[in-house]
C-alpha cells in the first residue's frame, strides 16, 4: 500500500517563507512524477508544482517565480519551497505522487495534506 506524507506546513506571515515535505512510501525502481496541488477554503482543488522523472517542473502562474518544487536525495521525497507567501497561499496542500506532473489530471496517490496559513 502506497503512503503520501507532507509535513512543514503552519503559520508564516505575508512575505516570509515556508517549505513543506513530501515523502511516498512506493516501492518502485522508477523515478516517479511527484506533484503538489492546494485547497483553499470554500475553492475546488488546484494545481500548484509538479516535478516530472527527468526534473522537468511545471508551475501554476500564481506561483510562478516564488515557490520552487524539488527532489531530494531519496527519489521519493520532494520539496516546496515557498517564497514570498501571499494571503491567497492560504491553503492545505496536498501531494501526489505518480500522478500527471503538469497538474492535467488527479490520477496517483494522494496524501492527506497539511495546512499552510499565511497572516497579515
Known amino acids: 500500500q502506497v503512503q503520501v506524507v507532507e509535513s512543514g506546513g503552519g503559520l508564516v506571515q505575508a512575505g516570509g517563507s515556508l517549505r513543506l515535505s513530501c515523502a511516498a512510501s512506493i516501492r518502485t525502481f522508477r523515478t516517479i512524477p511527484m506533484v503538489w496541488f492546494r485547497q483553499a477554503p470554500g475553492k475546488e482543488r488546484e494545481f500548484v508544482a509538479g516535478i516530472t522523472s527527468d526534473g522537468d517542473t511545471y508551475y501554476a502562474d500564481s506561483v510562478k517565480g516564488r515557490f520552487t518544487i524539488s527532489r531530494g536525495h531519496v527519489r521519493t521525497i520532494v520539496y516546496l519551497q515557498m517564497n514570498s507567501v501571499q494571503i491567497e497561499d492560504t491553503a492545505v496542500y496536498y501531494c501526489?505522487?505518480?500522478?500527471?506532473?503538469?497538474?492535467?489530471?488527479?490520477?496517483?496517490?494522494w496524501g492527506q495534506g497539511t495546512q499552510v496559513t499565511v497572516s497579515s
Open positions: 501526489n505522487a505518480d500522478g500527471d506532473p503538469s497538474g492535467r489530471s488527479t490520477t496517483g496517490y
